[in-house]
Structures are given as structure tokens and as C-alpha cells.
Nanobody, 124 residues
């Protein structure tokens, strides 16, 4: 079992930046990758980005490519999501997730442990 705690959310204006952090603990040796998802009001939770433990590969949802950067420091058991040039459409609760699988890389079922989420609100 892996426990995750997100931090760093807040209220910002369009064009601003935020960095989310996710501290993870527990059976961390079994983690194959870390991901970020988000859920906007009235919408389903969607994939944002992932970072693999082995090789450090990353992958992003099209709408955040070039603006968001995921990075994982597995020695410090922390993963980050640097968000630049934020837009009102980025407003959502952001969730950190950990996976011990090697499939379903961008889908919720591909992740085994979830944090409680941190709110990001971008005003226009």
C-alpha cells in the first residue's frame, strides 16, 4: 500500500504558474510510475501526465503539452507537476496517483493508490 499527499494548489490568475507536489510513502519500492489526474466541476476525472520510475519517461495529455512538466524524485519519494501559463480550463482538483502496473498508463484503472487531491483555481 502506498500513501500519497498532494500540496501546492491555490488560486491564481490566467498566465501564472504553480508547482504541485506529491509526497508518497509506504511500499514505494513497488511503484513503476507516478501520474497526475484532474477533475473539473461537473466532469469526469482525466489523465494529465505520468512519469515512469525506470528511465524517467514522461507523457502528457495534449492540452497541457508544452505548459506542464512532471518530474519524479524517487530518492525523495516526491513527484512534482510544474504548471506554467495556466488557463481557466485548468481549474480542477488535481490528484496524484501511484501505479505498480505496466499497463493502462493513462487510465485510472492503471493506478493503484490515490491522494486526496488539491484544488487549483485559475481566474480569467
Amino acid at each position: 500500500q502506498v500513501q500519497l499527499v498532494e500540496s501546492g494548489g491555490g488560486l491564481v490568475q490566467a498566465g501564472d504558474s504553480l508547482r504541485l507536489s506529491c509526497a508518497f510513502s509506504g511500499r514505494t519500492f513497488s511503484i513503476t510510475r507516478m501520474g497526475w489526474f484532474r477533475q473539473a466541476p461537473g466532469k469526469e476525472r482525466e489523465f494529465v501526465a505520468y512519469s515512469t520510475r525506470s528511465g524517467g519517461s514522461t507523457y502528457y495529455q495534449d492540452s497541457v503539452k508544452g505548459r506542464f512538466t512532471i518530474s519524479g524524485d524517487y530518492a525523495k519519494n516526491t513527484v512534482y507537476l510544474q504548471m506554467n501559463t495556466l488557463k481557466p480550463d485548468d481549474t480542477a482538483v488535481y490528484y496524484c496517483a501511484a501505479s505498480i502496473k505496466l499497463a493502462d498508463l493513462t487510465m485510472e484503472r492503471g493506478y493503484d493508490s490515490w491522494g486526496q487531491g488539491t484544488q487549483v483555481t485559475v481566474s480569467s
